[in-house]
């Protein structure tokens, strides 16, 4: 299994607060991706990023910030947590080529 | 852009039965495909994948995928499923043209019953 660790595993928090996700990798791998999986919407890609300190957004991006200052970490970021943020949560890495992505375990967060 | 449907939000096979997991896409020409599997409470795993040469292409787990390029389809199959293929299942696309992105389709929940 590729290196990924996500944590939490579990948080609810409420409504208006700030949650930050972690996503550490030890594949060295140059993309990074966030994830949110929702009943009936399968995977949306919410940011990535191509290298340290290069990042960009995905179809589902509001609300959401991403950080990448080193290689092994990205930090998804929700500056003031809403209820329809509640989801799972899902990291993934890639090397250059073909699109192939590896997933970590996944969070889970409910906002209440 | 590109899109993916899966058009089974649910299907339901008998343990031993065989299966086939639909999957069409919309793309201007013929993208990465990738079928991953995810188990309840899991993140996703890779089943199989493909890139070009022959498309009837093997995975882990005894599935294996077909690419029909005239249908836009990249359906999954297996000849005989076990009671641990209980799980959903997601067909993604990639885009050749270097970006690294995934779209995903909205799933397949398999259930398999004795």
């Known amino acids: 299994d590729a290196g990924i660790t996500q944590s939490p595993r579990h948080k609810v928090t409420e409504t208006g607060t700030p949650v930050t996700l972690r996503c550490h990798q030890t594949e060295n791998h140059r993309y990074m991706y966030w994830y949110r999986q929702d009943p009936g919407h399968g995977l949306r890609l919410i940011h990535y990023?191509?290298?340290?300190?290069?990042?960009d957004k995905g179809e589902v991006s509001d609300g959401y910030s991403v950080s990448r200052s080193k290689t092994e970490d990205f930090l998804l970021t929700l500056e003031s947590a809403t209820s329809s943020q509640t989801s799972v949560y899902f990291c993934?890495?890639?090397?250059?080529?073909?699109?192939?992505?590896?997933f970590g375990a996944g969070t889970r967060l409910s906002v209440l | 852009a590109q899109s993916v449907t899966q058009p089974d939000i649910h299907i339901t096979v008998s343990e031993g039965a065989s299966l086939e997991l639909r999957c069409n896409y919309s793309y201007g020409a013929t993208p990465y495909l990738f079928w991953y599997v995810q188990s309840p409470g899991q993140g996703l795993q890779l089943l199989l994948k493909?890139?070009?040469?022959?498309?009837l292409v093997q995975g882990i787990k005894g599935f294996e995928a077909e690419f029909k390029r005239s249908q836009s389809s990249f359906n999954l199959r297996k000849p005989s499923v076990h009671w641990s293929d209980a799980a959903e299942y997601f067909c993604a696309v990639g885009d050749r043209g270097g970006n690294e992105k995934l779209t995903f389709g909205t799933g397949t929940r398999l259930t398999i019953i004795p």
């Open positions: 990023s191509y290298g340290v300190k290069d990042t």
């Open positions: 493909y890139f070009s040469g022959d498309t």
């Open positions: 993934a890495i890639s090397n250059q080529g073909r699109n192939i992505q590896y």
